[in-house]
């Protein structure tokens, strides 16, 4: 069985909604498909959750929505015409949002606003279903209440309960037809809607993946495959053909570093249970897209893909015999860990230690505190914090073991005048971080793509 799950751009409109029923239809082990809210139908449009949030917010501060009502129930309207739905689908969706706004003075805001956010997935299953069953097709909704999708955590950001793959699995053991589920929202134990985070739907579709034991999680977006570096930085690589496969752990590593097709946190259920996960384009089914799983053939000396990732700061400490002081590393990650920041790596010299943060933990007074912690409890010769750095990953399974890969980047690098700030490799030889600063990110990303790929 194939649990699909098809994004907001895959359901803009009834071009788009018929597009998906054929890709459902040309394969008889879809039989879990799951629906995010419509998207943008062109470059300025308004995406579904957002206007829901913008409703919601105007509908708390006690602002006439009207328009926002009736344009959010246009936007139904329009597939529901082009399937001659009738006005029955119509009626209900207008009904089910006069009955959440209705709320707005009721629910504290964050309560109001997932209630709200979920109308755009809930809705759209709804329509989506009837769309199918109007081409004789034997689908329908089944509601995240109803089969058990108890999630748990804060409004917006929510996790799922692990007691909820038991109940899913039983939910969908006995079901013939098709299933149109809506994505992004679940159920708390006292039966209030929460969300998770934006772009959500691909952890229902992943969660689903994961209860049914599926054969493969297909994604359905707006990109033929995953591109090996950054089309933004590196357009020529839209000539190309993309990433055909990757295992689990490259994905991580370029997702880490800001491969934006996929979101990594989105995938962990279907990636814990060994799901492979197959992203595909709506509008060219016929390409076989990006196969996402547990191992693959590999060809030595090979990489998957060049990831960079902005907003990286460097907090350095220098300390003459540093090497000989017991719990010097414990002592520095310590100051971090009272300020509650999580480190990212962690490069080495035989008297300097380098640990790289997220920039947007730091502010000014953090920063201050943690410099003056660090001065007081490590006593350093140096210590400053280097801010615009951007970290590249190269990431590939075929880097492992084969002699020179890294040389090779440090050569490409050297060849466009780029000095490199820090390196870092782990022993699974999988990926290496090289850390430039931001100014030479684009020209370090063209030049490691140069050379891997070109
Ligand atoms: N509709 C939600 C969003 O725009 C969730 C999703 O599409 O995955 O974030």
């Known amino acids: 069985m194939k649990v699909c799950k098809f994004g907001g751009s895959s359901l803009a409109n009834a071009d788009q909604l018929n597009k998906v029923i054929s890709i459902v239809l040309a394969d008889p082990t879809r039989r879990i498909v799951v629906v995010s809210a419509p998207g943008k139908r062109f470059e300025n449009d308004v995406k579904i959750t957002d206007l829901l949030i913008s409703m919601a917010k105007a509908a708390r501060a006690g602002e006439n929505v009207d328009c926002k009502l009736a344009e959010f129930v246009e936007r139904y309207a329009e597939m529901a015409q082009v399937f001659n739905l009738g006005d029955a689908i119509i009626k209900e969706i207008t009904e089910d949002i006069r009955k959440r706004l209705s709320r707005a003075g009721e629910l504290e805001e964050c309560e109001f606003l997932d209630l709200m956010k979920a109308a755009g997935e809930d809705n759209n299953a709804k329509l989506v279903a009837a769309a199918f069953s109007s081409r004789g097709v034997n689908a329908r909704y089944v509601s995240p209440k109803d089969s058990g999708m108890i999630l748990k955590g804060s409004f917006g950001d929510a996790q799922l309960d692990p007691d ?7 939910a969908f053991s006995s079901f013939d037809g098709i299933v149109i589920y809506p994505g992004f929202f679940g159920y708390t134990r006292d039966g209030k ?8 739907s691909d952890i229902t579709g992943s969660i689903l993946a994961a209860a049914v034991c599926a054969d493969v999680y297909e994604n359905f977006t707006d990109v033929d495959s995953v591109y090996p570096v950054d089309p933004r930085i590196v357009p020529e690589v839209k000539n190309v053909e993309g990433i055909q496969a990757m295992t689990y752990r490259e994905m991580r590593e370029l997702a880490y570093a800001g491969f934006g097709v996929f979101n990594d946190d989105a995938v962990i259920p279907a990636v814990r249970a060994r799901i492979p996960i197959n992203i595909r384009n709506t509008n060219h089914p016929s390409e076989p897209g990006t196969m996402i799983q547990q191992s693959r053939r590999v060809v030595p000396g090979t990489v998957v893909g060049v990831a960079s990732a902005d907003g990286f700061c460097n907090i350095v400490v220098e300390k003459y015999l540093m090497n000989r002081e017991v719990g010097f590393g414990r002592k520095l990650l310590q100051v971090l860990e009272e300020e509650g920041i999580s480190y990212e790596h962690m490069p080495s010299g035989v008297d300097s230690q380098c640990v790289v943060v997220k920039e947007q933990y730091l502010t000014k007074d953090r920063e201050q505190r943690i410099l003056k912690r660090i001065k007081e409890t490590l006593n350093p010769d140096y210590t400053a914090i280097e801010h615009d750095i951007t970290i590249i990953m190269v990431v590939g399974e075929g880097m492992c073991y084969t002699p020179g890969m890294f040389a090779k980047a440090c050569l490409a690098l050297a060849s466009v005048g780029i000095s490199i700030s820090m390196v870092n490799q782990g022993s699974s030889e999988v990926s290496f971080m090289i850390a430039v600063r931001a100014k030479d990110r684009d ?7 140069n050379a891997f790929f070109a």
């Open 193 to 200: 809607v929460v969300t998770f985070p934006r772009g959500g």
């Open 164 to 170: 909820s793959y038991a109940r899913l699995s039983r």
């Open 443 to 449: 020209a370090s990303v063209r030049a490691l793509y």
